[in-house]
C-alpha cells in the first residue's frame, strides 16, 4: 500500500529536508541547533497539511473526527 501525500504536505516535508541539510553542513552549532528546530518545525506543519488535506476529501467523516477532538 502506497501512501498519498498531499501536495502542500510534499512541499512542507521537502522545506524540511533541504533544512536539514543545510545543518548537517554547519559548523556553528547554535545556527545547526536552529535549522533542525525549524525542519522539525516543518516536519510537523506537513503532518498537519496533509491530515487537512485528507479531511476536505471526506467532509462527511470530517465532522464526525472533528466531534473527537
Known sequence: MTVQIPQRGKEYLETAQTLLRAAKTMTDSAIAGQL???ADDYQRRAEKASHVDRMEEFP???ERFRDWV
Do not use: E, H, N, R
Open 36 to 38: 533542525k528546530a525549524l
Open 60 to 62: 462527511d467523516c470530517t
